[in-house]
Nanobody, 117 residues
Framework: VQLMESGGGLVQPGGSQRLSCVAN????????MGWYRQVPVKERELVAS?????RTNYADPVKGRFSISNEKKTIYLQMSSLEPEDTGIYYC??????????????WGQGTQVTVSS
């Protein structure tokens, strides 16, 4: 399963942006989906996740501002009230069951989000 992300770009502080991640391939079901952020000299960190029961989890700095959702094989990250500290490369991650009942996990290629005036 390959993941294709889109929606990154330059956003002014206080603005909103929506990231999308399309899963290409056979996906029987999702186990978990998530968005991670990486900035230079720091490890990739979880921003938001959602499990197969619909339970969501958010990093403290983005609670109340970001929202993860999905529609079929597209995963979204709606970001609002963006701050310069939200700048980074955002990666989509998905784990689930694919063709022939085999489990898989995949990462997207990353999309740059820059919050700056």
């Amino acid at each position: 399963v390959q993941l294709m992300e889109s929606g990154g770009g330059l956003v002014q502080p206080g603005g909103s942006q929506r990231l999308s991640c399309v899963a290409n391939g056979i996906v029987r079901s999702f186990t978990t989906m998530g968005w991670y952020r990486q900035v230079p000299v720091k490890e990739r960190e979880l921003v938001a996740s959602k499990d197969s029961r619909g339970r969501t989890n958010y990093a403290d700095p983005v609670k109340g501002r970001f929202s993860i959702s999905n529609e079929k094989k597209t995963i979204y990250l709606q970001m609002s009230s963006l701050e310069p500290e939200d700048t980074g490369i955002y990666y989509c991650y998905v784990a689930g069951i694919g063709s022939f009942g085999r489990s898989f996990d995949s990462w997207g290629q990353g999309t740059q989000v820059t919050v700056s005036s």
